[in-house]
């Protein structure tokens, strides 16, 4: 149950688009379309923005995008703004029936 | 709306036990299954474990070694998770989360084991 791999950081400017990896394996995020991604700010509970690799939950908005190629999974956040800033953290389901978070990256709006 | 509102954290001695509980409201509980998940100070986020909607099935991180147990109470809408042999290293707010793609989120309770 290894953590799955994000970069430490991404940063963008207002209005640019960035896009934060999630790497695992095939027995995570490549053998499952179980992946899922959370926005964190300080203090506070992790909220749901992507399910089911490119799925919405209601009210989020849909600058927010999920893809997947093999065993490496993506979020692109388009039109970049302030309110974005905070921690972002993947997860996937796994063969053995448990779950993975990925390490954390942290998004800075320049 | 989904309540989702974890109670139990506190100061603990190192070789103690603990149980955290986490009571739902504002969707069908015996209908979901629900998670833990913890997270050190300043640090990531950790899957602790996992429980089916009738608590028939149960799954847990390998680090834990069997010392945590997860379980629910369907008639009080109410989830736990048992934490025995505690070490500084589960040091960490405690979040209960909702089905499988960790829907909701409560607001979390912190654990700091400390002599």
């Known amino acids: 149950q290894s953590a799955l791999t994000q970069p430490a950081s991404v940063s963008g400017s207002p209005g640019q688009s960035i896009t934060i990896s999630c790497t695992g394996t095939s027995s995570d995020v490549g053998g499952y379309n179980y992946v899922s991604w959370y926005q964190q700010h300080p203090g506070k509970a992790p909220k749901l923005m992507i399910y089911d690799v490119n799925k919405w939950p209601s009210g989020v908005s849909n600058r927010f995008s999920g893809s997947k190629s093999g065993n490496t999974a993506s979020l692109t956040i388009s039109g970049l703004q302030a309110e974005d800033e905070g921690d972002y953290y993947c997860s996937s389901y796994t063969t053995s029936s448990t779950y993975v978070f990925g390490t954390g990256t942290k998004v800075t709006v320049l | 709306q989904v309540q989702l509102v974890e109670s139990g954290g506190g100061v603990v001695q190192p070789g103690r036990s603990l149980r955290l509980s986490c009571a739902a409201a504002g969707f069908t509980f015996r209908s979901s299954g629900m998670h833990w998940v913890r997270q050190a100070p300043g640090k990531g986020l950790e899957w602790v474990a996992v429980i089916s909607f009738d608590g028939g099935d149960r799954y847990y991180a390998d680090s834990l070694k069997g010392r945590f147990t997860i379980s629910r109470d369907n008639s009080k809408n109410t989830l736990y998770l048992q934490m025995s042999s505690l070490k500084a290293e589960d040091t960490a707010v405690y979040y209960c989360?909702?089905?499988?793609?960790?829907?909701?989120w409560g607001q979390g309770t912190l654990v700091t084991v400390s002599s």
């Open positions: 989360a909702r089905g499988g793609s960790f829907d909701n």
